[in-house]
């Protein structure tokens, strides 16, 4: 049943339960503590008179039967018994004021006393004192009495005033912590309002915030507001593969699919349709690679497991130099190395090793038949530098600062039939800027281009 509620109720039902709990305890110990106190008060006033009377005793003892318990005017203690009992064979009355009549002779029990000893009984209306006492070898037991009937009624009074202060403060309670349970979920229900008016559709909404780093739920805001900024950024990447795909793909595929067409439409010979698979084949491996540089930027984050482990970025520049040594044979460009001195930083070393090649590539497409590509690196003014630069078609400064965005190729020169797909600058500026690092680039039109890796050292 309690499943079937919702916070709000369970913490109002929670907190009647623990209030009845804490009242019911405490109006019981209360009342339980003034009874104790009270009984153990009259217990102290009994004692203190039962020693004074067998005081006065004690200095009437050659003539006990004279009135000499005046005990309750003394102590203004009223109503007070008092009375004196001789105990041998049997049990005579010497003294005393009018005492209950509840409270018998049993001389078995006054026998069974111990000299000098204070002892209590109690019953539903008395509270009696009693020590034995001997005079003149003769056995003696003083006995004081007091009702604590107007006691009782006393009590009895405060049992009725519980029952009902009780109920007020347990009313009084729950509209409190009614009121306290709805303004903390107030700010809740505004969070789940807002919530509801945030779709994948637009993902741009935030929720308000304060700043209060101790308000919990001004914390819980910031987070949601977190969440939402990384689904945001989830969504649009995915956004943004789907149309890059779509753009990309759509060219092969139309391509692939009227060479298709053609190739059935009549019988043909094999050299016809080997030309035709061909094309298909080099359409496909451009899908391939496209698809590839697509899933590689539409990661959230790249492999860095070992981001921190330190690398040498010459052995880098060297491998990728020997990886595209035969690349570059095809162009007769010829790749030269210029590396002084080993230079180490932390990173992924198959990381840089792909954003360094795709600069390397693109020098090599970009340059004229038959000329050279530099690598190098240096210190300057504090920063680690690999250089790349080639002696080709070069950039105008118009296309300069969008050749970093995706699929972007610069007219006429920068097109499918160069070998790329547009997406390996904008991969080795996403690894680049993993590591903390950028890349600058200087362009002349028909005299080159230089591209320039900077990390920290």
Do not use: W
């Amino acid at each position: 049943m309690m499943n079937n509620l919702s916070i709000k109720k369970k913490l109002l039902i929670y907190n009647i339960l623990i209030q009845i709990i804490i009242l019911g305890v405490f109006s019981f110990s209360l009342y339980k503590t003034l009874e104790i106190s009270s009984l153990d008060k009259i217990k102290s006033t009994l004692k203190i008179v039962l020693l004074d009377v067998v005081d006065d005793i004690i200095d009437h003892k050659d003539d006990l039967t004279k009135d000499i318990f005046h005990e309750e005017i003394e102590y203004k203690f009223k109503p007070l018994f008092i009375r004196l009992l001789q105990v041998d064979e049997k049990v005579t009355k010497i003294n005393g004021t009018k005492f209950p009549d509840i409270f018998k002779y049993d001389i078995n029990k006054l026998h069974s006393l111990k000299k000098d000893i204070i002892y209590f009984e109690r019953n539903d209306t008395y509270v009696l004192s009693k020590m034995k006492i001997t005079l003149d070898e003769k056995t003696y037991v003083v006995e004081v009495a007091t009702d604590y009937r107007v006691l009782n009624s006393t009590f009895e009074n405060l049992f009725y005033i519980l029952i009902f202060i009780v109920p007020i403060i347990l009313i009084f309670s729950i509209i409190g912590g009614y009121f306290l349970i709805h303004k903390s979920f107030l700010p809740i229900e505004n969070i789940l309002v807002s919530l509801k008016d945030i779709s994948a559709k637009d993902l741009s909404k935030r929720l308000e915030i304060n700043n209060n780093k101790k308000d919990e739920i001004d914390l819980l805001r910031q987070e949601i507001n977190n969440l939402l900024s990384r689904l945001d950024n989830s969504f649009e990447k995915i956004s943004q593969f789907s149309s890059d795909a779509s753009h990309e793909l759509k060219t092969p595929l139309t391509i692939i699919r009227g060479e298709i067409e053609i190739a059935l439409r009549k019988d043909r010979d094999k050299d016809d349709y080997k030309k035709t698979l061909s094309t298909c084949l080099d359409e496909i491996l451009s899908i391939q690679e496209t698809v590839n540089d697509l899933l590689f930027l539409a990661k959230n984050e790249f492999s860095t497991e070992n981001i921190d482990t330190v690398i040498y970025l010459d052995e880098i520049a060297i491998d990728s130099k020997k990886e595209l040594e035969n690349f570059a044979k095809t162009k007769d460009i010829q790749l030269i190395l210029e590396i002084n001195e080993p230079h180490e930083i932390k990173g992924e070393a198959k990381l840089l090793k792909i954003a360094l090649k795709n600069i390397i590539k693109n020098a090599i497409i970009f340059s004229h038949d038959k000329s050279k590509v530099l690598i190098k690196n240096y210190i300057l003014n504090d920063k680690i530098i690999i250089e790349v630069e080639d002696f080709g078609i070069g950039i105008d400064k118009n296309n300069l600062k969008m050749i970093f965005e995706k699929f972007y190729r610069v007219d006429k020169s920068r097109n499918k039939h160069s070998g790329g797909t547009g997406l390996g600058l904008s991969i080795s500026e996403k690894i680049i800027s993993l590591h903390n690092g950028k890349i600058e680039v200087e362009s002349t039109e028909n005299k080159g281009t230089k591209f320039k890796l900077l990390f920290h050292r």
